[in-house]
């Protein structure tokens, strides 16, 4: 039997479509607009991509977006000083450090100088410990794992006493991932380059988060029927049909892994829309803590 795709666009849609009306009433209500910095260091092309479109959904939204692009061999003092201004900066809810940074500059202390209360994208040092312990909660939760966990809950999936597998151990998905089921009740396992016996691991999982960065690397034979399957993988496949050459696959092989799997999300369309839905969603409540505190 074939698993349940689970659609990543209709859900972001779904989401975005909460944060437009949050948007409306706040402006009605309140007369104010919430509004998210993107500082953007340097000119990776990939990073450049992911800016503009956050910034686009921003505008469509109606959420102020701000931009700031700095050159590639900014110090840290003058990356420090643009976040001390955009913290001390009343219109600015929301502050966005686009990783990876130049290898040059301090990416703890850098996210380590934005302003608690407008860490949109949870990754303050602070943020983490809290999302790590028992009976404390962040302020934000990183936006790629938060829209993980919205699929597994738009799509009904059990994470009470699961197993749940994550495959990968970044700062960014894998790690936060890892604490966000665990204080979901799963019974977490973080598997990686190093893990001993990976299929094994992936057969006992009820639910299996990919984010490692290997194309297709796990295939329907790995799962356990009836399992969840989330791939955070964006991986480049050699495909001459296609006219720049590759197309865009996960960590999963999606084609033997739909016949084993209860659920699982494609690639692209699955995880992918739903990271910017869920900067959305963090900026809208970063208005709010702000609105609050007036
Ligand atoms: N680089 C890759 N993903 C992200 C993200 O979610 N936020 C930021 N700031 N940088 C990233």
């Not at 859900?11 to 479509?17: H, P, S």
Request: proline share 5%; glycine share 8%.
């Amino acid at each position: 039997m074939s698993a349940q795709i689970i659609d990543g666009k209709a859900i972001a849609e779904k989401v975005r479509e909460e944060v437009r009306q949050g948007v409306a009433n706040m402006q009605a209500e309140h007369n104010y607009v919430p509004g998210l910095a993107t500082v953007l260091v340097g000119e990776d092309p990939a990073s450049a991509t992911y800016v503009r479109s956050k910034q686009r959904t921003c505008e469509q939204l109606g959420i102020r977006s701000i931009g700031h692009h700095m050159p590639a061999d900014s110090t840290q003092e003058e990356v420090e000083t643009l976040v001390r201004q955009l913290n001390a900066d009343p219109n600015v809810n929301g502050i966005l450090v686009q990783l990876p940074l130049p290898k040059h500059l301090d990416e703890e202390a850098i996210l380590n100088s934005i302003d608690l209360e407008k860490d949109v994208d949870g990754f303050h040092p602070v943020n983490i410990g809290r999302l790590a312990m028992k009976g404390r909660n962040p302020l934000f939760i990183p936006c790629t794992p938060a829209g993980c966990m919205r699929l597994l809950s738009e799509t009904g999936v059990e994470l009470n006493g699961a197993n749940a597998v994550v495959l990968g151990r970044s700062n960014i998905v894998g790690l936060p991932m890892a604490m966000l089921l665990q204080k979901a009740n799963a019974t977490v396992t973080i598997c990686h380059s190093r893990t001993k016996d990976l299929p094994g691991m992936l057969r006992q999982a009820d639910v299996v988060i990919a984010a490692v960065g290997r194309t297709e690397m796990v295939t329907g034979d790995m799962l356990k029927p009836g399992a969840a399957v989330i791939d955070v993988g964006i991986n480049q496949k050699e495909d001459a049909t296609r006219k720049r050459g590759y197309r865009l696959v996960g960590d999963v092989d999606f084609e033997s892994a739909k016949e084993v799997a209860g659920a699982i999300t494609p690639v692209p369309g699955g995880v992918g829309p739903m990271t910017i839905a869920m900067l959305m969603e963090n900026t809208l409540r970063a208005a709010e803590i702000s609105l609050a505190k007036k």
